[in-house]
């Protein structure tokens, strides 16, 4: 049993959903609402059921201007998150800025936590895989990720942590099946240019 199917061109992970689910699907429908995203790193390897904890999920969004990130914050702030960097939009808005990351929790609790990394043109890694993202569905709650041979690259390539090395494995023996060989050879040639 492999665990998932695709349909539509959308992989199925044939799990129930959990609270860090639930957590990312909540955080989620209010972002969609303001900015396209790609939830990249762990939580891409937990989703497809590595068992392992996780205290922050990543979610790379392109480089906005402030009255987009304005509207934004005070939207997740209504929804009942908290900002780690600041209490108010103007307080923040430089993190995004100066493209350096910022987190966000619910009310009254440190973790789980969304590490919100923008990033602009100059990073080719990152807009490669956003603007070809795969989606992954569990249960109701669907969401978009890097292509799967791009996912266990960078983590081999460029992270290369032994968690993520463990992630990378993780990913290509549960999608051993659906994995391509050229997509391999294609993505590493964008994924080393990083290294340069």
Same mark, same amino acid.
């Given at each position: 049993?492999?665990?998932?199917?695709?349909?539509?061109?959308? $992989?199925?992970?044939?799990?129930?959903? =959990?609270?860090?689910?639930? +957590?990312v699907? #909540? &955080?989620? !429908?209010?972002l969609?609402k303001?900015?396209?995203?790609l939830?990249?790193?762990? &939580?891409?390897?937990?989703?497809t059921?590595?068992a392992?904890?996780t @205290?922050?999920?990543d979610?790379?969004?392109?480089?906005?201007?402030e009255n #987009? +990130?304005?509207s934004?914050f005070?939207?997740l702030?209504e929804?009942?998150?908290?900002?780690?960097?600041g209490?108010?939009? =103007?307080?923040?808005?430089?993190?995004? #800025?100066?493209?350096?990351?910022?987190r +966000?929790?619910?009310?009254? !609790?440190?973790?789980?936590?969304?590490e919100?990394?923008?990033f602009?043109k100059?990073?080719?890694?990152?807009? &490669?895989?956003?603007?070809?993202?795969?989606?992954?569905k569990?249960?109701? &709650?669907?969401?978009? /990720?890097?292509p /799967?041979e791009?996912?266990?690259?960078? !983590?081999? $390539?460029?992270?290369a942590?032994?968690?993520?090395?463990?992630?990378?494995?993780?990913?290509?023996? +549960?999608f051993?099946?659906?994995?391509?060989?050229?997509?391999?050879?294609?993505? @590493?040639i964008i /994924?080393?240019?990083?290294l340069?």
């Open positions: 049993m492999k665990g998932y199917s695709v349909e539509g061109g959308i $992989i199925v992970i044939d799990r129930e959903l =959990t609270e860090l689910d639930l +957590f699907k #909540k &955080f989620l !429908k209010v969609k303001h900015a396209d995203y939830i990249v790193s762990g &939580f891409v390897s937990i989703s059921g590595r392992r904890g @205290e922050d999920v979610i790379i969004v392109s480089i906005m201007n #987009k +990130f304005v934004l005070n939207d702030i929804n009942k998150f908290w900002c780690y960097q209490d108010n939009s =103007t307080e923040v808005y430089p993190y995004i #800025k100066n493209m350096n990351s910022v +966000f929790a619910e009310i009254n !609790k440190m973790y789980p936590n969304i919100l990394v923008p602009d100059s990073k080719k890694a990152k807009s &490669f895989e956003y603007s070809h993202p795969q989606k992954i569990v249960g109701d &709650f669907e969401f978009k /990720i890097p /799967i791009f996912e266990i690259l960078y !983590k081999e $390539i460029i992270l942590g032994k968690k993520d090395m463990e992630d990378a494995k993780h990913l290509r023996t +549960f051993s099946d659906l994995i391509k060989e050229e997509n391999f050879k294609r993505y @590493e /994924i080393r240019d990083e340069k």
